[in-house]
T-cell receptor, first 114, second 109 residues
């Protein structure tokens, strides 16, 4: 079955380290998104991509970067991890064939920055 | 600015009906999503409304009034497995989903 996966599922790192979170989807979706979710806040968009070589900044992109070298993957990199980046990170994808499409979410990555 | 307002927490009894409200202000509007999220899990799609009115899907129904900036999710015949957070997400003029903080629904036997 087609799916969207994230790895690692849990990560503990130290302040200042570079961290990369992986997102892989096998639906052949054009659109991919990265969100963070914190208590008391809705999902907040970090970066998104509408296709290979396309990346865009979201609402809370500072300190994060993404690259899209193929359809299946959109890795999220924290350049220099900060304690404020402790959060649950969700990757999502949608087909990219219409104006408004359902987003399907991966299982999430829990990141703790010490 | 863009703003989504939904109750933080609601409690209901198994077998009953509950209505979760969402009011929104967005820059433009291209429909509204409802997602369900169980604790520790990913959000999953429930419904999408783009026109005014009620859409029914089994035990769950979703209503939209664009002129009032208002939507609700109606859950009937509540089951214990319906205990979850329910996320309201209107779509703005750039086709971005603007997510509310969610309503935590607690079902009691």
């Amino acid at each position: 079955d087609a799916e969207i996966t994230q790895s690692p599922r849990h990560k503990i790192t130290e302040t200042g380290r570079q961290v990369t979170l992986a997102c892989h989807q096998t639906w052949n979706h054009n659109n991919m998104f990265w969100y963070r979710q914190d208590l008391g806040h809705g999902l907040r968009l970090i970066h998104y991509s509408y296709g290979v070589q396309d990346t865009n900044k979201g609402e809370v992109s500072d300190g994060y970067s993404v690259s899209r070298s193929n359809t299946e993957d959109l890795p999220l990199t924290l350049e220099s991890a900060a304690s404020s980046q402790t959060s649950v990170y969700f990757c999502a994808s949608s087909t990219g064939t219409g104006d408004m499409e359902t987003q399907y979410f991966g299982p999430g990555t829990r990141l703790l920055v010490l | 600015g863009q703003n989504i307002d939904q109750p933080t927490e609601m409690t209901a009894t198994e077998g009953a009906i509950v209505q979760i409200n969402c009011t929104y202000q967005t820059s433009g509007f291209n429909g509204l999503f409802w997602y369900q999220q169980h604790a520790g899990e990913a959000p999953t799609f429930l419904s999408y409304n783009v026109l005014d009115g009620l859409e029914e899907k089994g035990r769950f129904s979703s209503f939209l009034s664009r002129s009032k900036g208002y939507s609700y999710l109606l859950l009937k015949e509540l089951q214990m497995k319906d205990s979850a957070s329910y996320l309201c997400a209107p779509v703005d003029s750039n086709y971005q989903l603007i997510w509310g903080a969610g309503t935590k629904l607690i079902i009691k036997p």
